[in-house]
């Protein structure tokens, strides 16, 4: 199976921030990686797929980046609405998929 | 408007089973693979299950395989999960998805507003 290990587990910015969340897979999985936003209380949103293609209607200040097994999600000035938990998910094994273990965003 | 609709959970014993339901709305449900993900309290998200478009292939994690059945009736825009022989370990909010598949990739684009399954004694 493979891993998928999210770093940081948590981080702390401020409004206008750039921050970058890493993900990395156990073995190659070309770019078969998604990236999904959930706030508190709510369903995961779709922000990335295809590990850099931004999903119609997300902000484009979000970016993905990444192949093989190193994989990044940006977001250039981060909002107080960005106050949420970020997975990445590989694809490449379908129809099985794993996520990473996320990330909790706080707003300093 | 895209819909999903999730029902059907709630508080079951250990080795009970439960329907979930999910129905879906605002999109054309026929042509699009679907699945279930759960989360456990203050847990992370879990690939539980996933369906064809036409429900011909069914797909299940380690974690389930011989437990969980999924389902869709195309006629009703409506996808399942039955569960049985329940474990507390299965306790999660299960949500369901609609699955895309492009060129370069597969996603999970929209999801419903899950359903709490907890399994106690």
């Known amino acids: 199976d493979i891993q998928m290990t999210q770093s940081p587990s948590s981080l702390s910015a401020s409004v206008g921030d750039r921050i970058t969340i890493s993900c990395r897979a156990s073995q190659s999985i070309s770019t078969y990686l998604n990236w999904y936003q959930q706030k508190p209380g709510e369903a995961p949103k779709v922000l990335i797929y295809?590990?850099?293609v931004l999903q119609s209607g997300v902000p484009s200040r979000f970016s993905g980046s990444g192949s093989g097994t190193e994989f990044t999600l940006t977001i250039s000035s981060l909002q107080p609405e960005d106050f949420a938990t970020y997975y990445c998910q590989q694809s490449d094994t379908t129809p099985q998929v794993t996520f990473g273990g996320g990330t909790r965003v706080e707003i300093k | 408007e895209v819909q999903l609709v999730a029902s059907g959970g709630g508080l079951v014993q250990p080795g009970g089973s439960l329907r979930l339901s999910c129905a879906a709305s605002g999109f054309t449900f026929n042509n699009y693979a679907m699945t279930w993900v759960r989360q456990a309290p203050t847990k992370g998200l879990e690939w539980v299950s996933g369906?064809?478009?036409?429900?011909?292939?069914?797909f299940y994690a380690d974690s389930v395989k011989g437990r969980f059945t999924i389902s869709r009736d195309n006629s009703k825009n409506t996808v399942y999960l039955q569960m049985d022989r329940l474990r507390a370990e299965d306790t999660a909010v299960y949500y369901c998805a609609n699955d895309v598949t492009v060129a370069n990739g597969r996603y999970f684009q929209y999801w419903g507003q899950g359903s709490l399954v907890s399994v106690s004694s």
């Open positions: 295809a590990a850099s």
């Open positions: 369906i064809s478009s036409g429900g011909g292939g069914r």
